[in-house]
């Protein structure tokens, strides 16, 4: 053997030199794999629907709702405390209430006083990118295709973003997500996965109610690998003996975290009191609505289902029982409800994933073009900062939906209460320090009989205004147009003290210049 070779067998080198080199190699091994990684087409394909939701959200379009969601978390971050009973309306004031998804509240709020208004469009942004690039990967790892999956991807970005708000449901949705991930990688040998699922629902019950869907995810699973069959196009695969025990023991454990919350066992009866016993909410609350196909979002669900159907009959393609199974309870629901577009998606995306996949090509490593991709990303990081809204644009957009000047009013000029208004301005005026007749706390609205008479007072039912003075309402605050401002505009009972692009204010006459109670609390106003 030559010296040359002694060199390079590690003979003849000193020890210390010899281990760095070796651990050197293998680090920079790593390294470049990772960075390859990063800039690989995969990930650029990712980035691309991150950017997609950036341009849907830039504009800080947000559910009414998330205003009380955001003053519930900063109630809990200065008190300590939950509440139990209702602290922000007048009619309902001390009804048994519980800040039901408190955990989503607390990061609404701890983002907020971090970063403000702009900090707030960055979590939203954040939450529905997370979501794609989760639907994204789950779609893939079914499907074995990147191409497939972002192409299934693109058109449910439409579908998706109905659920992509500053609410806990999208917390809800990225969990919901993660679930199915692990049940699929589970189904593929990678069985570590699915330990992830016990402390997960520990986080879930205390952050929103969708946690059931989950479970019962999980549960599905389970009972269709009881058995193995091949029926048609459908086939359950049974499990192993450790299999089986290893999700039994993962299930008891995610049952067991379900009661660890401020509120015991009573935040986990929540999913099932709103499921069964609010009528009313679900006749006529937007999201409870069934699915608007006249609406583009309606007409993007019967396209990719028709597709879909369109493509089994034409393939037939073999599809696991419990994915199956998956799907249509997800499709019917969506079809009651268009809230639970949100289970439609992540059950539909990895099916047609794989329906796509035979004909999407591979992802070929060998041929991908890493400097191109990272110039790409590279691009979408840059425009995504230099278009991030400011904190002025962003108060602007505020402004424009929600009652900004209005309120601002009621500080400097105190009307008459009590004070009557509308559904959406409920949220926005909890934070503001205002006490409400109504917000989208629909349940317990409904529960002490306030939702009733507001659902009759804004579709103009002869008792109107017989409702209205059986709460003695002396003001009356609601958006421009509604159809109870023409009958207080023709009322010489009535007066309007404030008028905007946005809201109105109407004062009823014989009030008198006393008010009978406080509009606005001494909370202070958010900062903006």
């Given at each position: ?52 939701v950036?341009?849907l ?28 009973t ?48 989760a ?50 990688r ?98 006529n609350?937007?999201?409870w ?56 998606v ?19 490593r ?19 900062v ?17 009652p ?7 500080r ?10 509308t ?106």
């Amino acid at each position: 053997m030559s010296e040359a070779d002694i060199t390079r067998s590690g003979i003849g080198t000193a020890p210390n030199e010899t281990v760095y080199r070796h651990f050197g190699a293998n680090e920079a091994g790593i390294l470049g794999n990772s960075l390859r990684w990063v800039c690989s087409m995969p990930a650029m394909l990712g980035a691309f629907l991150v950017s997609a939701v950036f341009v849907l959200k830039r504009s800080f379009f947000v559910d009414p709702d998330m205003w009380w969601h955001l003053k519930t978390g900063e109630l809990i971050l200065s008190t300590h405390r939950w509440a139990t009973t209702d602290p922000y309306s007048y009619t309902s004031a001390g009804a048994p209430w519980m800040s039901a998804e408190w955990l989503g509240d607390i990061l609404i709020a701890s983002v907020y006083r971090l970063g403000g208004l702009q900090g707030l469009e960055a979590l939203l942004i954040v939450l529905g990118g997370a979501v794609m690039l989760a639907l994204y990967g789950l779609a893939t790892l079914r499907s074995g295709n990147c191409k497939a999956a972002f192409l299934v991807s693109v058109p449910l970005i439409s579908l998706a973003a109905v659920s992509f708000n500053l609410r806990p449901q999208t917390l809800g949705f990225f969990f919901l997500i993660f679930t199915l991930t692990a049940m699929e990688r589970f189904r593929q040998g990678k069985q570590r996965a699915v330990w992830m699922l016990p402390p997960l629902f520990l986080i879930w019950v205390n952050a929103h109610g969708s946690w059931i869907i989950g479970l019962g995810t999980v549960v599905v699973y389970l009972a269709c690998g009881l058995v193995g069959f091949q029926a048609g196009d459908l086939e359950a695969r049974r499990w192993t003996n450790s299999e089986r025990l290893r999700l039994e023991i993962v299930l008891l454990l995610s049952l067991a975290a379900i009661p660890i919350t401020p509120y015991g066992t009573r935040l986990a009866a929540y999913p099932f009191t709103v499921a069964s016993s609010l009528p009313i909410s679900l006749a006529n609350v937007q999201e409870w609505r069934a699915m608007p196909f006249d609406l583009i979002s309606g007409k993007i669900f019967l396209a990719l289902l028709i597709g879909f159907f369109l493509a089994q009959v034409a393939f037939r393609f073999a599809w696991r029982l419990e994915e199956f199974l998956l799907f249509l309870f997800g499709t019917a629901m969506a079809c009651l409800h268009v809230r639970f577009l949100m289970l439609f998606v992540p059950f539909f995306a990895p099916l047609a994933a794989t329906v796509l996949a035979r004909w999407a090509p591979s992802y070929n490593r060998a041929k991908d073009q890493y400097l191109i991709n990272f110039a790409l990303m590279a691009g979408i990081v840059i425009a995504m900062v230099h278009y991030f809204p400011s904190q002025h644009q962003i108060e602007e957009k505020v402004a424009s939906r929600f009652p900004v000047h209005a309120l601002q009013y009621l500080r400097e000029h105190p009307v008459p209460g009590p004070l009557f208004n509308t559904y959406a301005y409920g949220g926005f005026m909890i934070e503001s320090g205002f006490k409400t007749f109504v917000d989208g706390r629909s349940e317990l609205f409904e529960q002490t009989g306030v939702l009733a008479d507001y659902v009759d007072i804004k579709q103009l039912e002869p008792r109107t205004l017989q409702v209205l003075r059986g709460y003695g309402i002396r003001s009356v605050l609601m958006g421009r147009g509604e159809p109870l401002l023409t009958v207080l505009a023709a009322s010489p009972e009535w007066r309007r003290v404030y008028s905007d692009g946005v809201s109105e204010l109407y004062v009823k006459q014989d009030a008198g210049d006393a008010p009978t109670q406080v509009i606005a609390e001494s909370l202070p106003a958010p900062t903006r």
